[in-house]
């Protein structure tokens, strides 16, 4: 697959803008690297973003790739119609999770050891708990983090690993598919 990159800052605002549009037409990947560094880009980006990449002849292969800081200029319309991924570890996240398993129903020694499927049952209870903290952790990246904000708080977490627990006790195979 064809890529080809463009480090924003200092007048490469008209180089990206050529990189999209020849992308935009011929189906192959644009990264724009240190979005943050092109405050008098961003705007135009987002016109592009809005205009160029919603028409009809966008080709279907062409992906747009921006890396960046944290920034408050950072188009506000270009965040919530993308994909965002962090490569930031979430602090305290372990000892988030250590947390969990020291709560109640977790730490209950009945609750936890007295399920038919014990293998099934520990994978999709770290799982579900390893989801939690991931939740509660995004949160703090506010808008950024999430389009639409939910409160994935502890009571759904105790009501999720209770339900996990019966649908394992009650059914003969584990549907993974």
């Given at each position: 697959?064809?890529?080809e990159s463009v480090s924003l800052?200092?007048?490469?605002?008209?180089?990206?803008?050529?990189?999209?549009?020849?992308?935009?037409?011929?189906?192959?990947?644009?990264?724009?690297?240190?979005?943050?560094?092109?405050?008098?880009?961003?705007?135009?980006?987002?016109?592009?973003?809005?205009?160029?990449?919603?028409?009809?002849?966008?080709?279907?292969?062409?992906?747009?790739?921006?890396?960046?800081?944290?920034?408050?200029?950072?188009?506000?319309?270009?965040l919530e119609n993308g994909v965002?991924?962090?490569?930031?570890?979430?602090?305290?996240?372990?000892?988030?999770?250590?947390?969990?398993?020291?709560?109640?129903?977790?730490?209950?020694?009945?609750?936890?050891?007295?399920?038919?499927?014990?293998?099934?049952?520990?994978?999709?209870?770290?799982?579900?708990?390893?989801?939690?903290?991931?939740?509660?952790?995004?949160?703090?990246?506010?808008?950024?983090?999430?389009?639409?904000?939910?409160?994935?708080?502890?009571?759904?977490?105790?009501?999720?690993?209770?339900?996990?627990?019966?649908?394992?006790?009650?059914?003969?195979?584990?549907?993974?598919?």
């Amino acid at each position: 697959r064809r890529v080809e990159s463009v480090s924003l800052g200092q007048g490469q605002g008209p180089v990206a803008e050529g990189w999209i549009s020849k992308g935009v037409s011929e189906g192959f990947w644009v990264v724009l690297m240190n979005c943050h560094l092109a405050k008098s880009f961003l705007p135009r980006l987002e016109v592009i973003c809005e205009v160029w990449l919603t028409g009809p002849n966008t080709n279907s292969e062409f992906r747009l790739w921006l890396t960046s800081y944290p920034s408050d200029i950072f188009p506000v319309s270009v965040l919530e119609n993308g994909v965002k991924i962090t490569n930031e570890p979430p602090s305290a996240f372990r000892s988030a999770l250590l947390r969990l398993y020291e709560s109640d129903p977790i730490s209950n020694p009945k609750f936890f050891q007295e399920c038919s499927k014990p293998d099934s049952w520990r994978k999709m209870l770290f799982g579900l708990c390893f989801f939690h903290c991931l939740i509660r952790q995004r949160r703090t990246y506010g808008p950024i983090g999430w389009n639409i904000p939910y409160e994935f708080n502890e009571n759904d977490l105790r009501i999720s690993q209770r339900q996990l627990k019966m649908f394992l006790d009650e059914y003969s195979d584990v549907p993974f598919d």
